[in-house]
């Protein structure tokens, strides 16, 4: 199993540090401490799958694309 930093896993899902953070703040996007914040791979492609097709522009306010 593959981890990644929070800057690799903006990168991965092509979007801002700031972005992932808040993400993992409203536990959409799963990650562990480990001196730093990490994202496991499976938590990647669970986030995906878990909101393909919606529009996250506003976590607030989650709609269906």
Do not use: H
């Amino acid at each position: 199993m593959k981890i990644y930093s929070v800057e690799e896993t903006a990168k991965i899902i092509k979007t801002s540090k700031e972005m992932v953070y808040k993400l993992i703040s409203k536990k959409m996007l799963v990650a562990l401490k480990l001196k730093s914040l990490k994202v496991p791979e499976y938590a990647i492609e669970e986030f995906f799958r878990n909101y393909q097709f919606m529009d996250l522009s506003d976590l607030e306010s989650i709609k269906s694309m």
